[in-house]
């Protein structure tokens, strides 16, 4: 089944999902922005979609709207934007609940959350994107299926507790993950030394964990409990205080994990 879809919203998640769903066989009608020019170049992209910046969609043809939107931007527009009859409204956020669309418009409510992280210029196949859905309409969640199967992309009908435990599990495992990656690039480049190679030890590290399980793959002076070694890199990350603070905080939950 093809769907006629408005999208509101201009960050990665709207430049990346409406290209995935007019690529699924869908009709793109609207991009919304509150700055024009932006919603001006997705919908550049698309066939036919025209880029506005207002919430009157009472005369659009499309029948589901998409709040591809910060978490702080998602009550402000679904209480605004003025929606025809037998509209669907559905949010993308991993942390946020269904309630928060109840004061919309719209006749139908749910939510179509990409379970994964977008940057734009980086292309993703959208068969291994799942998303977590949740509605109270029956009708509503095979649409919201349909919808998954045209892009072919596991789903998952999660509520919204479940939904916020696995938002957060997917900040340690990845925006966490690329942080602390990123703190060791410092490190390196503070000593004059090249990253490259220390890439060959994240590739394989993440590998391992992926098809080990994480308390196996763990390896490391803190689950030796090499306290010797702990003290030493403690003392060498003085020159950035918070670092070190840093480095003795997982360290020690490390051990402590390990001892329960």
């Not at 507790?161 to 990845?174: C, D, L, P, S």
Request: aromatic share 8%; charged share 20%; proline share 3%.
């Amino acid at each position: 089944m093809k769907f006629e879809i408005a999208i509101l919203g201009t960050g990665n998640v709207a430049w990346h999902l409406s290209s995935a769903l007019e690529n699924a066989g869908h009709v793109i009608t609207e991009i919304y922005g509150r700055d024009l020019g932006k919603a001006e170049k997705i919908a550049a992209r698309l066939y036919g979609t025209e880029a506005r910046d207002h919430l009157d969609f009472t005369e659009s043809p499309a029948n589901l709207y998409i709040l591809a939107v910060s978490d702080q931007a998602i009550a402000g527009l679904a209480e605004s934007i003025i929606l025809p009859e037998e509209s669907i409204l559905v949010h993308t956020s991993g942390n946020v609940s269904l309630d928060i669309l109840s004061y919309s418009s719209a006749d139908y409510t749910g939510i179509l959350y990409p379970l994964q992280s977008f940057t734009r210029g980086r292309e993703i196949g959208f068969e291994e994107v799942p998303f977590l859905l949740e509605t109270v309409e029956p009708q509503t969640m095979k649409i919201l299926q349909s919808i998954c199967r045209s892009m072919s992309s596991p789903f998952y009908a999660v509520p919204s507790n479940e939904r916020k435990a696995i938002h957060v599990a997917a900040v340690f495992a990845a925006n966490f993950t690329n942080h602390l990656i990123g703190l060791s690039e410092q490190i390196i480049h503070q000593h004059g030394l090249d990253f490259d190679m220390l890439k060959p030890l994240i590739v394989e590290q993440i590998n391992k964990t992926l098809q080990m399980g994480a308390t196996r793959a763990q390896t490391g002076p803190a689950i030796r409990e090499d306290y010797e070694t702990l003290e030493d890199h403690h003392d060498f990350l003085q020159y950035n205080v918070q670092l070190a603070e840093i480095y003795r905080l997982i360290s020690q939950n490390i051990i402590d994990s390990n001892q329960s």
